[in-house]
């Protein structure tokens, strides 16, 4: 959800609602419910269930294969899904239909900043997965199972990914400004301190190629730096701490005084024109959890190849992670559990990660070859199966919350941005603050 002022984040909302639900209810009335539909959804009587599937962003799972191999051993499944770009435009349409307990899809995504909200106002429009076949808690790295879990005990949400932190940098561009290159060495210039990552910013800069940046973004930075942390907007009695923590005005100053002396690109993530600055090579690092890499490869020029590596971060952390859930009111309950459980499972997602660089969250992934060996054509020979597993072995567990969502964008998108902009850092938290604040309230 993005942080707005209420009256136009609330016409923005509903708006998305509406949109998002038309294609939740297209993609479900492509299939007639009772295996009499086509494959493509057109009522041609192929005889053929059509597995709906509301996802946000680049899951890579079609990429990847799996849809294809699932279809291959159920010739009498049909896979189909609806993407939404933007996780706060996905979000807010998939509460409207599960507030409703309609036109959801027969699996739906949620990511890891809603899982916390799902679970506590939710959970009982969705199957519990842990008692289904195949489905062994001890699969999991055990906070991500803990994070879709109930209470009592019920789990709405099979884990697909994690985001072990790490940076990824562009060589050529680190050569061109007297950096090194050798990805040791890169992460010895900022190891144990986010505060070195922004002075190597720093030297970064004074021999810059021209047009380029040391850091993506603003909002890219502040997220990487909260990643690490194990308490950042909630406390674990459920407590809103967000301005009284300060861990995150640190982390918002140290962003936004990078942003002031433009050591990061005035763009939002995940936006049009923050995608043509990474086909156009406009700067040198980006926070880079694994499904970092399946955007780095999507949105570069074929010349990109190659010529990024893979550093370790300045401290462990996680960011991202999606779940899939399995709505009640789905029309094919028992066919989504059984291909929740088999895309979850760890084979599928060694494969996920091998093409699209989504880092599994099923701890028996990291032992396969798809794994261990695994390289990205974006960072060439670089072992991203062994970088990303040791920076998975030391992420701190972390305290999520219900409205962590609103939170973070708040801080981003209606924060650390407008100092790239003019604004002073200090005008830049009172704004991100009273945005939040006025969500918060609704």
Not at 167 to 195: H, M, S
Request: aromatic letters at 8%.
């Amino acid at each position: 959800m993005r942080a707005r002022f209420r009256t136009a984040r609330k016409a923005v909302v509903l708006a998305a609602a509406a949109s998002l639900g038309a294609g939740l209810l297209a993609g479900c009335a492509s299939d007639s419910g009772d295996k009499s539909g086509s494959s493509d959804g057109g009522g041609s009587g192929s005889g053929k269930t059509t597995l709906t599937l509301g996802l946000f962003g680049t899951q890579g799972f079609k990429e990847a294969g799996l849809y294809a191999e699932y279809e291959k051993d159920h010739p009498d499944i049909k896979i189909q899904e609806n993407v939404t770009e933007r996780n706060e435009n996905y979000y807010p349409a998939l509460v409207n239909h599960l507030t409703t307990n309609s036109g959801l899809m027969d699996v739906q995504a949620v990511e890891v900043g809603n899982i916390a909200e799902v679970v506590q106002t939710q959970a009982s429009k969705l199957v519990d997965l842990s008692k289904v076949s195949g489905v062994n808690k001890s699969s999991w790295v055990d906070w991500k199972w803990q994070q879709a879990t109930t209470k009592d005990g019920q789990t709405v949400g099979l884990g697909t990914d994690i985001g072990p932190l790490a940076i990824c940098y562009r060589k050529d561009l680190f050569q061109k400004a007297g950096l090194p290159t050798d990805r040791e060495a890169v992460g010895k210039l900022w190891a144990g301190d986010w505060n070195k990552l922004v002075s190597v910013g720093e030297q970064y800069k004074k021999k810059a190629p021209s047009g380029t940046y040391f850091m993506d973004s603003p909002g890219g930075l502040l997220n990487a730096v909260l990643s690490s942390e194990d308490k950042k907007f909630y406390d674990a009695s459920g407590q809103v701490i967000y301005k009284t923590n300060p861990a995150v005005k640190s982390a918002f100053d140290l962003t936004a005084n990078a942003a002031k002396d433009g050591l990061v690109q005035s763009q939002t993530q995940f936006q049009p024109a923050w995608d043509q600055t990474i086909a156009n090579s406009k700067f040198a690092t980006v926070a880079c959890p694994p499904w970092m890499l399946g955007y780095l490869k999507g949105k570069s020029k074929p010349d990109a190849a190659g010529k990024w590596d893979v550093a370790a971060a300045p401290k462990a952390g996680n960011w991202g992670g999606t779940f899939l859930a399995v709505p009640k009111s789905g029309k094919h309950v028992k066919e989504a559990e059984a291909f929740v459980a088999w895309l979850t499972a760890p084979a599928q997602q060694a494969k996920l990660f091998s093409v699209q660089g989504s880092f599994p969250s099923a701890t028996g992934a990291y032992s396969l070859p798809a794994v261990t060996d695994a390289k990205n054509e974006m960072t060439g020979d670089a072992p991203i199966g062994k970088i990303f597993a040791e920076a998975a072995k030391a992420i701190p567990p972390q305290v999520i919350g219900p409205k962590d969502q609103i939170i973070q964008q708040g801080l981003t998108d209606n924060g650390v941005i407008l100092v790239t902009k003019g604004k002073s850092p200090a005008d830049a938290w009172n704004t991100a603050t009273k945005t939040i604040d006025n969500n918060l309230e609704k």
